[in-house]
């Protein structure tokens, strides 16, 4: 389902399951991010002017490394732990919908030449925003970065989206961030929104909880995935004319998908003929993700191998990298700070339910965990216009 489709739904049907959040208020949380989702939002932004972006000498786009440089430099200093998470092999019934995301970018690169030829700017720069891609070599470069800076990350089997949200059920995250709310609908307890925007933007972090979310729009999980699902998701086409409001009044007047089909009036909402919800539903339900919970370990940077990476290879500026560097060092060496309520209850995820949180209270008294420092804004960067 688009962003924001479930944004808007949510907002208002839900508003009481959506708060507002201060970037400093996750000091010492552990939170999984979506590392493909941030990765396309760096390509796009960073650097970014019309055709330019930044580049090493060699001519390679450097504005992914730049992004994620700095942005994870921001959350380390604000004593937040990142995990990333990439995307693994996609299920079948994904690859209509990257057919047509590909058709899309084709679009968008006729566009971007006939503007370049007209000296359209504004087309330009709308034009040139269509046609990023994030490739295997962008992903590549950012897991070598992130484990050169210590930070943990993880190759999902299947969807990046799956695996954070596995992550959270199985509490060893706090929430899950991303721009994608895929993750809610794969069951994500906590799911945060602008997290990774730059410190410039001044927007608040955007939390929701998927227990109230349920209990605000009064559904099961099994219906709102039918929901998500109605609405229009990567695995299935959506249905011409129903959109997130009528879907929701479609769900809790029928309870289900199947139900719905055989009441709905078929010639004013037309089923796409070969509609695999039920696939979709289960992907939703059982997705593929890691077997054992991965560990999830932060250590020291490598200063060479940064420096190594980053300057000598992708032509980033050496003293800028070094001050990185050493705001790395100092955020790290902060981490025995954990948060105030850690030294009162278990850290545990406020999204578990009532009773099972005081039964484990009570048999964990006293329990604390770490956390990391203060929050500033770190100003590195490398490469130059192309």
């Not at 199985?170 to 997290?195: C, I, Q, W």
């Not at 209990?215 to 997130?244: A, H, P, R, V, W």
Request: charge should be positive; glycine fraction near 8%; charged fraction near 30%.
């Amino acid at each position: 389902m688009g962003i924001k489709g479930l944004t808007k739904l949510l907002a208002d049907n839900a508003p009481k399951a959506m708060k507002e959040q201060k970037f400093e208020s996750y000091f010492g949380r552990k939170i999984a991010i979506d590392a493909s989702m941030s990765i396309y939002q760096f390509l796009i932004v960073v650097g970014r002017i019309g055709t330019e972006t930044l580049t090493n000498e060699a001519g390679e786009v450097t504005s992914h490394l730049q992004g994620m440089f700095n942005r994870t430099i921001r959350l380390l200093e604000a004593g937040i732990k990142p995990v990333y998470v990439f995307d693994g092999q996609p299920p079948d019934l994904k690859k209509q919908e990257l057919a047509k995301r590909y058709s899309k970018r084709e679009d968008a690169s006729k566009e971007l030449t006939a503007a370049i030829e007209d000296g359209d700017k504004e087309g330009i720069e709308k034009y040139s925003k269509r046609t990023v891609k994030v490739t295997r070599q962008h992903n590549e470069d950012c897991k070598r970065l992130l484990r050169l800076m210590g930070v943990p990350v993880i190759e999902a089997p299947g969807e990046a989206e799956a695996e954070c949200a596995a992550l959270c059920k199985n509490e060893k995250v706090y929430a899950v961030a991303s721009e994608d709310m895929d993750s809610l609908t794969f069951g994500a307890p906590k799911f945060l929104r602008h997290l990774m925007d730059p410190s410039s933007r001044k927007i608040p972090v955007m939390e929701f909880e998927v227990l109230k979310v349920l209990e605000e729009l009064n559904l099961t999980m099994d219906q709102f995935i039918d929901l998500c699902i109605l609405s229009g998701c990567d695995y299935c086409d959506s249905i011409k004319g129903i959109g997130g409001q009528t879907a929701l009044k479609l769900i809790r007047q029928h309870g289900s998908i199947e139900t719905m089909l055989e009441n709905i009036n078929k010639e004013r909402y037309p089923i796409p003929e070969d509609w695999p919800y039920q696939e979709a539903r289960r992907l939703f339900k059982e997705p593929l993700v890691s077997t054992e919970p991965p560990e999830l370990k932060w250590s020291a940077p490598e200063e060479e191998g940064i420096v190594n990476f980053l300057v000598n290879e992708n032509g980033f500026n050496n003293d800028r990298v070094t001050k990185a560097i050493e705001k790395i060092k100092a955020a790290k060496n902060k981490s025995s700070q954990g948060r105030l309520e850690s030294f009162f209850k278990p850290s545990a995820s406020s999204s578990m339910p009532i009773k099972r949180k005081e039964t484990e209270d009570k048999a964990a008294k006293g329990t604390a965990h770490n956390g990391k420092g203060a929050n500033k804004k770190p100003k590195t960067g490398g490469g130059k216009k192309k």
